[in-house]
């Protein structure tokens, strides 16, 4: 090729060269640079959520295996204590048949030692009884022993003369009527309190107790072991009349002294006494009632 500006061997006139020179404006340039740079960045981004996705999706798998392989071997667990308790209902069955008739035996002979234990219970409990009635008599016993005794052994002697004898009731005279009060007991008798009264009624008449308010003859006191306390009926306010006299010895009527001791003993419990006297057609004794004459 001829150099360029240089005349062809051949003498005629070189031909001129053509020169085309493309201009792409600057603003194109920037504008394609941006493009690309900006495609570069969106295929970066996609690549990383790609890489992102596919770690996810192999996690995944990894916990699905995990989760797999966990229910695979409760499933198997499972089965397993399945199968354990059925041969454990199987032998529990068995067992029961066969120990079936051992457990009537062993409830009948726990029957029988259920029966002998109430029996003996029964018995020891009626023993127990037993024992304590014995015992609740020997104290009663005891206390009756130890107790105050209360009564009137005898009355005082006759007051009065009348032909040489001496006598309770005399014309013109008035006469009081006194018992003795003895403690027969081993201990003292507390708060006794004594009430003495009488009365002259026809022998017909039924004999009932009365005293008059206020009662003349009465007291209270403390009476020792072998003790005794004289309690009349006071002074009578009027005089004996002659047909008072005669009425009691022709025995038409009768005179009562009567009385009530009340009291307590050294165990704290209430007991009484009542006791009646007659007075006999002579004049000269007493004899007992046949009521009104009781004690506790």
């Excluded at 002259?200 to 008449?205: A, F, S, Y």
Aim: hydrophobic letters at 35%; proline letters at 6%; one cysteine or more.
């Amino acid at each position: 090729m001829p150099e360029e500006g240089k005349p062809k061997s051949d003498g005629t006139d070189p031909e001129p060269n053509a020169r085309v020179e493309l201009y792409v404006p600057p603003s194109v340039i920037e504008s394609y640079k941006a493009q690309q740079a900006k495609s570069h960045g969106l295929e970066k981004r996609r690549f990383a959520v790609e890489i992102l996705t596919f770690l996810a999706i192999v996690a995944y798998a990894i916990i699905a295996y995990y989760q797999w392989s966990s229910l695979r071997e409760a499933t198997q667990a499972s089965k397993k204590s399945a199968d354990a308790a059925t041969s454990a209902a199987r032998i529990a069955g068995d067992t029961l048949k066969s120990g079936n008739e051992s457990s009537k035996n062993i409830l009948a002979e726990m029957g029988k030692q259920s029966a002998a234990m109430q029996k003996a219970a029964d018995a020891a409990k009626n023993q127990a009884d037993t024992s304590t009635r014995a015992l609740n008599a020997t104290i009663a016993q005891s206390r009756l022993d130890q107790r105050a005794w209360l009564g009137t052994p005898f009355t005082i002697e006759p007051e009065f003369r009348d032909s040489g004898k001496r006598v309770y009731l005399k014309v013109g005279e008035r006469p009081n009527f006194a018992v003795q009060i003895a403690n027969s007991g081993k201990s003292i008798a507390r708060n006794v309190t004594v009430q003495v009264d009488f009365k002259i009624i026809g022998r017909q008449e039924p004999f009932a107790p009365t005293y008059r308010v206020p009662i003349p003859g009465s007291s209270v006191t403390v009476l020792l072991p072998g003790a005794h306390v004289s309690i009349g009926t006071g002074v009578i306010p009027a005089a004996t009349t002659q047909n008072e006299v005669d009425d009691i010895v022709s025995g038409s009527k009768v005179l009562y002294v009567y009385g009530s001791i009340v009291y307590e003993d050294i165990f704290r419990e209430s007991h009484h006494s009542n006791f009646c006297l007659h007075l006999d057609p002579k004049l000269t004794n007493f004899a007992v009632c046949p009521t009104y004459n009781d004690a506790d």
